[in-house]
Antibody, heavy 118, light 109 residues
Framework: EVQLVESGGGLVQPGGSLRLSCAASGFTVSSNYMSWVRQAPGKGLEWVSVIYSGGSTDYADSVKGRFTISRDNSKNTLYLQMNSLRTDDTAVYYC????????????WGQGTLVTVSS | EIVLTQSPGTLSLSPGERATLSCRAGQSVTSNSLAWYQQKPGQAPRLLIYGASSRATGVPDRFSGSGSGTDFTLTISSLEPEDFALYYCQHYGSSPRYTFGQGTKLEIK
C-alpha cells in the first residue's frame, strides 16, 4: 500500500526552527517528485516546495531562503527544514507524491500541524 | 501565476441532487494540468479527477470532470451523504509548481 506519514510538527516561537519528516512506504521517494503543501487554519491549500527525482528543488516565494526540502534515500523519507519561522507559517503541512509523468498529487499524507506563536 | 477562481463558495444541496462546481482559470490552461481534490474535515485532500476528466483510482463514477481552456467543471451526478465536503481545483504550472482554487464547500441543505 502506498502511504505517507508526516511527523515533527509542534509549537515553535517566531524566529525558531522545526524539521518535518515524511516517511514513505509502498514506493521509492527518490524515483518520484515529492512536494510539501500547507493549509493555514480555515484556509485553502498552498504549495510550498518540491524535490525532483534528480535532486533539484524548488520553492514558493513565501518560503524561499527560509525552508529547505531534502530526502534520505536510505530511509525513504522526505524532510522540510523550516527556519526563521513566522506566525503566518502556522498551518497543517502535508507531503504528497507526484509521479514523474503526472501533473497532480497523489497520495497525500495525513498532515502535521505547525503552530508558530509566542 | 495562474489564478483559479472556484464558484460558488458554498453550495447547499440535498442527497440525490446533482452538484455542479466551477473552476475558472485566469488564462487558458492545458487540460492535462487541471485536477480536482476532495477534502473532508480533519483529513488530507484526496485526488478525485486528473487531466480535467479522468477519475482517480477508486473514485465512484458519479464524479465526473469536464472543460477546457479557462472553464472547468466537477459534476456529482447524484449526491451521497459522504460527498458533502470541500472541493479544490488545482493547476500544475512552472512557478509556482501548483496553484489551487479557494475551494467550494458542498453542504447538506
Amino acid at each position: 500500500e502506498v502511504q505517507l506519514v508526516e511527523s515533527g510538527g509542534g509549537l515553535v516561537q517566531p524566529g525558531g526552527s522545526l524539521r518535518l519528516s515524511c516517511a514513505a512506504s509502498g514506493f521509492t521517494v527518490s524515483s518520484n517528485y515529492m512536494s510539501w503543501v500547507r493549509q493555514a487554519p480555515g484556509k485553502g491549500l498552498e504549495w510550498v516546495s518540491v524535490i525532483y527525482s534528480g535532486g533539484s528543488t524548488d520553492y514558493a516565494d513565501s518560503v524561499k531562503g527560509r525552508f529547505t526540502i531534502s530526502r534520505d534515500n536510505s530511509k525513504n523519507t522526505l524532510y522540510l527544514q523550516m527556519n526563521s519561522l513566522r506566525t503566518d507559517d502556522t498551518a497543517v503541512y502535508y507531503c504528497a507524491r507526484e509521479k514523474v509523468s503526472d501533473y497532480w498529487l497523489d497520495p497525500w499524507g495525513q498532515g502535521t500541524l505547525v503552530t508558530v506563536s509566542s | 501565476e495562474i489564478v483559479l477562481t472556484q464558484s460558488p463558495g458554498t453550495l447547499s444541496l440535498s442527497p440525490g441532487e446533482r452538484a455542479t462546481l466551477s473552476c475558472r482559470a485566469g488564462q487558458s490552461v492545458t487540460s492535462n494540468s487541471l485536477a480536482w481534490y476532495q477534502q473532508k474535515p480533519g483529513q488530507a485532500p484526496r485526488l478525485l479527477i486528473y487531466g480535467a476528466s479522468s477519475r482517480a483510482t477508486g473514485v465512484p463514477d458519479r464524479f465526473s470532470g469536464s472543460g477546457s481552456g479557462t472553464d472547468f467543471t466537477l459534476t456529482i451526478s447524484s449526491l451521497e451523504p459522504e460527498d458533502f465536503a470541500l472541493y479544490y481545483c488545482q493547476h500544475y504550472g512552472s512557478s509556482p509548481r501548483y496553484t489551487f482554487g479557494q475551494g467550494t464547500k458542498l453542504e447538506i441543505k
